[in-house]
T-cell receptor, first 112, second 113 residues
Framework: DAKTTQPNSMESNEEEPVHLPCNHS???????IHWYRQLPSQGPEYVIH???SNVNNRMASLAIAEDRKSSTLILHRATLRDAAVYYC?????????????FGAGTRLFVKA | NAGVTQTPKFQVLKTGQSMTLQCAQD?????MSWYRQDPGMGLRLIHY???????DQGEVPNGYNVSRSTTEDFPLRLLSAAPSQTSVYFC????????????FGPGTRLTVT
């Protein structure tokens, strides 16, 4: 199963954009890129996912490199409520995406 | 709908005891899975199921059993609890293919003394 690499932590100021990077150099053509976040003492929460094209939803944007070996989660205006651990994971459609591997994620600190 | 529910929220066991962690979803999802999360770590996959009657092992299956008799329920059984199984356990569900998001339950915090 392809793995992802993320920085351990990042810091942002409130109301500024945040760009969270993820490297996935061994990604296969059938891997979807998913992002989840986990607030303290809660289960992970889905943020966004994509395959090849950039994606936008009400929570965030996902920018995918042309070679798909990296991606960036963009929070357009960070709030204190966005302080969480963000996980970038790959789910393989061809195998059903069953063996989802979570790394340690990026802990995002947001300063007021 | 309630989404993914887990019971109990907290549990303390003595070494050697057995118990079952319950997980249920009301979204008619085919895929369900169990993860454990140790302090400061990411989630590790224990077991998963792709439908009623079908289960398979994840990364860390030793010491745990699962079964899937209905689409809705996916219990996790600890056969003989050990201190190394102290962790937070999360259940998740999704439609069967990797292009769909997973929905997670609120977790069960288990302490084994």
């Amino acid at each position: 199963d392809a793995k992802t690499t993320q920085p351990n932590s990042m810091e942002s100021n409130e109301e500024e954009p945040v760009h969270l990077p993820c490297n996935h150099s061994t990604i296969s053509g059938t891997d979807y890129i998913h992002w989840y976040r986990q607030l303290p003492s809660q289960g992970p929460e889905y943020v966004i996912h994509g395959l090849t094209s950039n994606v936008n939803n009400r929570m965030a944007s996902l920018a995918i490199a042309e070679d798909r070996k990296s991606s960036t989660l963009i929070l357009h205006r960070a709030t204190l409520r966005d302080a969480a651990v963000y996980y970038c994971i790959l789910r393989d459609v061809s195998t059903g995406g069953f063996k989802t591997i979570f790394g340690a994620g990026t802990r995002l600190f947001v300063k007021a | 709908n309630a989404g993914v529910t887990q019971t109990p929220k907290f549990q303390v066991l003595k070494t050697g005891q057995s118990m079952t962690l319950q997980c249920a979803q009301d979204m008619n999802h085919e895929y369900m899975s169990w993860y454990r999360q140790d302090p400061g770590m990411g989630l590790r996959l224990i077991h998963y199921s792709v439908g009623a009657g079908i289960t398979d092992q994840g990364e860390v299956p030793n010491g745990y059993n699962v079964s899937r008799s209905t689409t809705e329920d996916f219990p996790l059984r600890l056969l003989s609890a050990a201190p190394s199984q102290t962790s937070v356990y999360f259940c998740a569900s999704s439609l069967s293919r990797g292009g769909y998001e997973q929905y997670f339950g609120p977790g069960t915090r288990l302490t084994v003394t």
